[in-house]
């Protein structure tokens, strides 16, 4: 091997290990918070608490609660009552009002009463339809954590991989330079694929970014269905997307209660409906009931024509209407009412399954991805370094060609982006996971712990405990 060669590689390891490396490593962590204060630093939780706060469904669901119970109140009221007036028996030869003893001015007043126990059954009916909406709201604030916090953890990925990606640069920057020294001594035949060779894998690599930075726009203006994004974004959100949201990332832990899913707000919802059901039987089963109405009516009559006094009338009298024919109609409606409420029950029952399963699914897969860590934490992540240590041996030693120290270099850039999806993911399905089992957003919120990921001496991809912790320095051997 030519001297010129252990040179160059020498160089390469001093600038990744030694000294002047930790310099640079320092300077990029100032540089980055610096870029972080200048950023917005989202964190998982506030983002959160900021769509909850501000959902218009949530107050939608407010409104029709209050709808809701206005019906109530209209609806389990007596009907008002009818007034009547009446130019009653006036004749139509002469119309004269006082030449029959028969003519009359009459004024009347009627009042209906309901059937049975229907304004106690209606008002019940409309204050349980109410309270499914408290519910309602209950799992859309979960419903709102699950998917609000998905897009921030795909924001969160977007954004380190393209800062991982950035990161990792410099190592085939170096190797470019060295393979153009190379080529420049004129010391190697292959030295001028090897330029090209090492400036393909930084296009890829800039293309990759792109790609990244795709996907983070994405997150981010889908997270401004939820979130109201700052002004200032719009203006400039290549700059001040950086660091959109917080450096680190939160881990969440599993909820697993007993009878969970019973309590679930959805289903909680369903039995208030099933109950409702129950008293919509009963209303109907009034209509077997007779109607009463009441009236009363009093006549004014005038004196005879001679100056005989004639007496007014006073009438008094009950109406109501006898159900004998129901096979058409009341029986017809107890049994839709019946039907409805069966429905409901089977509904709950297909509620119930598509809930455990939704969870088992979610329980199932997280298993595979906390295996898939534990091999990349344990075996592929280690072996991949000393994979790039040894081509970096066996090239000094020229027994390795650029192209195996360059395809060493692309392995450990791409498992770090797989352990950062791995670890992304796990707490993704954790969060979809616990929708599953929070009774309330309270609930859900106390399972969100945001973690430290920033170290000042080293920038690497590591995972401990489920959760990947991302540093301020490079990791070299």
Known sequence: MSTLKRTILLTIAVLQFGPSASAETESKAETETEAEANG???????TLIMAIENDPWL???????????????????????RASINLANLPVDDFSYNSQPMTQFKLGISQAFARGDSLELKLDIKKLQARVEPNLRANRKTQLIMMVGALWLDAY????SISLINDKKYLFEELRDAAEINYTSAL???SQQEIIRADLELA?????????????HAAIRQLGEYVKLPQSYFINNEANSVNFVSRSLPSVTLLNKANALQQHPLVKAIDQNIE?????????EQGYKPQFMVNGSYAFREDAPNGMERPDFFSLGVSFDIPLFTENKQDQDVKAAIYDKEAKREEKALLLNQLMAAYNTQLSRLERLQQRQELYNSSIYPQVKLQGQASMTAYSNNEADFAELVRARIDEV????????IAVEIEKVKLRANYYQSNNSSEFLAQIRTQSSVSKEHRTMTIDNNSLSTTSGESHE
């Open 40 to 46: 917005y630093g989202y964190t998982l939780e506030s």
């Open 59 to 81: 107050k939608k669901s407010q409104y029709k609660e209050k709808s809701l119970l206005s019906q109530s109140q209209s609806q389990s009221s007596l009907p008002d009552p």
């Open 157 to 160: 990925k977007a954004q380190h």
């Open 188 to 190: 190697s035949k292959s």
């Open 204 to 216: 890829k690599l800039d293309d990759q970014v792109t790609v990244y930075s795709d996907q983070l």
């Open 276 to 284: 409702s059901s129950q008293k919509m039987v009963e209303l109907q």
């Open 414 to 421: 791409n498992v770090q982006l797989t352990v950062l999806d």
